[in-house]
């Protein structure tokens, strides 16, 4: 790994402007890469921006990584395609990341219609749109890579996210599905699948009595960070990662790898 091994390569990362996506974004622009930010808050990643530009003129010899903001909502098709058949258009679009994402508390029986479309075209139908136009310019230019955001709850219901659940469980198919028609192509498609991260969506769910029923479920004893998320993203998109293809990486601590049979055999919470 060097600190450029995403020089000269062209990013769009969409839920850019907090949390995983930001913490991806500055990452990959850290190691070279001109990161295209998406996200509604023009003002936050106006910040990025900034941010990253004092991180490279800091850093020994600079990667030269820029994050260039554009504030759309994914939920937009037309206006999110054109952003990313505009961005293919500069030279090539190296590498996708779906990363914009919502998460309404309503159990099933509470889910309104407006609430599961909200959450499916963020989650999932926003995924798809851009990952289907990014791919069309990907094999077009010889291959690309696509990394997409789920989480654990695509393979585990956790209440009260009726809607939240499905969508992300329907974006690791999308993830195959990619991968698997567009593989020998030259494009990989995978997924990073976060157990709970700290972000500006989590921390205020975290009081004491969340804190001590959830945190033991962990086998790691703690939560993510989004950076340590990061850095899945960028192997997954990096040549380090030249074969693996349809891949759901769990990043959750060992969350879903199982449970304790016994409470006396299980290790202290802290």
């Known amino acids: 790994m060097t600190a450029s091994r995403f020089g000269g390569r062209t990013v769009l990362v969409t839920g850019a402007s907090s949390g995983i996506g930001r913490a991806t974004s500055l990452a990959f622009a850290a190691e070279g890469a001109t990161v295209v930010a998406v996200a509604r808050r023009l003002d936050r990643l106006e910040q990025l921006a900034v941010e990253a530009a004092e991180a490279d003129a800091e850093s020994e010899g600079g990667a030269g990584g820029r994050v260039e903001p554009v504030a759309l909502d994914v939920r937009d098709r037309d206006r999110l395609r054109a952003l990313v058949a505009s961005t293919a258009a500069r030279g090539r679009l190296d590498i996708l990341v779906n990363c914009a994402g919502i998460a309404i508390t309503e159990p099933v029986l509470e889910v309104s219609e407006e609430h599961w479309d909200e959450t499916l075209e963020t989650n999932l139908t926003a995924a798809f749109v851009a990952s289907q136009e990014a791919a069309r ?32 469980a329907g974006l690791v198919l999308l993830t195959r599905m990619f991968a698997t028609e567009l593989g020998h192509r030259g494009l990989r498609c995978n997924a990073v699948c976060p157990g709970l991260v700290v972000t500006e969506m989590t921390k205020d769910d975290m009081t004491p009595s969340f804190d001590a029923f959830y945190r033991p479920k962990i086998p790691m004893r703690r939560y993510s960070a989004p950076e340590e998320q990061a850095r899945v993203v960028l192997f997954l998109a990096s040549d380090d990662a030249s074969f693996v293809n349809g891949a759901t990486i769990d990043v959750d601590g060992g969350q879903l790898s199982g449970f304790w049979y016994a409470p006396e055999f299980a290790p202290p919470a802290d």
């Open 137 to 168: 310019h990907m094999v077009t230019a010889g291959g690309g890579s696509i990394v997409n955001i789920a989480s654990i709850d695509s393979f585990l219901a956790e209440s009260p996210f009726g809607a939240y659940c499905p969508s992300k």
